[in-house]
């Protein structure tokens, strides 16, 4: 079979002053990766597919953003925003290229598919020289509407336009198209300005291509998949449909989740065989958990890797950085940052660790400190493998513990300990018999006993 070339155009350029934030809509988060982010993954991949986005001017961050995600990527400035079809004739002279499909795309429609654009494309392959995304609206109103004859789409008709038959209608625009490649180009140019503001609106397109002849055709899709983003209350609906995917996804990939809706995970979550999650479990973005992990409830999990059969939590917090090895033990209250904790180690509560690496089988006594930060900069701590840190260490980085060192509690620790080593540092303990019972009798001389 042929291999089809493709480009994809993302529009990106919108403001979203709605959102009430100075970020750029298209990189508000969700599911832990922008919103621009999700489209530019759904686009077409490989060598035959070329992705241009549109963005509007001074918006560095976007362009960095689409550099971060999708290097192959150009990105293109629309100088004046002058519709749809003007931000598509943006990027002209990457549609003048001639690939066989022209996808148009909007960078804050985060929950679009690959498949999606799949079907799409397969319309134009079976002879349509125009496709366009449609969906029921649960509530069409403000939202164009897709008139069809037969088979074909006649026209998209804005609402405010609409006969009160016509508004009836259900079937209504997403906006997304894809267009015959070698064509397209032709009749983008024919748009002209249909409004009072000079706009140039790529819906016109639908008359074109039926007064040259051609097909139009639309193809239909889940509300929820076309879900544009605006508000911050349209992105928290949106963030619920994704969290419903992820959690479906995960669920038949095998991984056990106690109570799925209390589980938030990030788009990119990496699950091995036989995980299981409790409730009230958040995990962002970068974590990949293997084999017979257990993440206990109200952990919290970023950029980090969890080994085979570790366990995590309850009330763990495992910031970017931290690694966690085969069988490795992370208890309730306990915080590892940019940390590596090898194979069997023990950190079973009521503890920090950041900027460290601890050997395999060591176990870390609860209250145990790694004092990395010095008010300038971060140092780190080396624990060696078998190592005992005694409950309520402070462990004064930079410093190095040796391989089955035994720490005493309550020490802090501010000079290298050789392997085998005993450290024990604290002052001398005096008990003053009595003493007690006169401090009490100080304390309370010519006062009257408490009530009760």
Known sequence: MTVRSSLTIVLAAGEGTRMQSSMPKVLHPLAGQSLLAHVLDAAPHGADAALAVVIGPQHEAVAAEVKRVRPDAATVVQGERLGTAHAVLAARDAIARGADDLLVVFGDTPLISAATFQRLRAALEEGASLAVLGFRAADPTGYGRLLVKGSRLAAIREEGDATAEERAIRLCNAGVMAFDGRKALAMI????????????????????????????????????????????????????????????????????????????????????????????????????????????????????????????????????????????????????????????????????????????????????????????????????????????????????????????????????????????????????????????????????????
């Open 189 to 452: 140019e024919k748009i002209g300005s249909s409004n009072s503001k000079g706009e140039y609106y790529l819906t016109d397109v639908v008359g074109i291509v039926r007064d040259l002849g051609l097909e139009a055709v639309v193809i239909e899709t889940s509300e929820d998949e076309v879900r544009g983003i605006n508000t911050k209350a349209q992105l928290a609906e949106a963030e619920k449909v994704m969290q419903a995917r992820l959690r479906k996804a995960a669920l038949e990939a095998g991984v056990t989740m106690i109570a799925p809706d209390t589980v938030y995970l990030a788009a990119d979550t990496r699950f091995g065989k036989d995980v299981t999650i409790e409730p009230f479990v958040v995990i962002g973005p970068g974590v990949a958990i293997s084999d017979g992990a257990v993440i206990h409830s109200f952990s919290h999990i970023v950029q980090s890797s969890i080994g085979k059969n570790a366990s995590v939590g309850p009330y763990a917090r495992l910031r970017p950085g931290a690694s966690l090895g085969d069988g490795a033990r992370v208890g309730n209250f306990v915080e590892i940052k940019a940390a590596t904790l090898e194979p069997g180690v023990k950190v079973n509560h009521l503890s920090y660790i950041g900027d460290a690496h601890v050997g395999s089988n060591a176990n870390i006594g609860a209250g145990t400190i790694t004092c990395n930060y010095d008010g300038f900069g971060k140092h780190k701590t080396e624990i060696g493998q078998g190592a005992f840190i005694g409950t309520n260490s402070s462990l004064v980085a930079p410093v190095k513990i040796g391989s089955r060192a035994y720490i005493g509690s309550g020490s802090v620790i501010t000079r290298d300990v050789p392997e085998d080593a005993l450290a024990l540092e604290r002052s001398e303990q005096t008990n003053r018999e009595g003493g007690a019972k006169r401090y009490r009798e100080m304390k309370t001389r010519g006062k009257p006993p408490k009530a009760g």
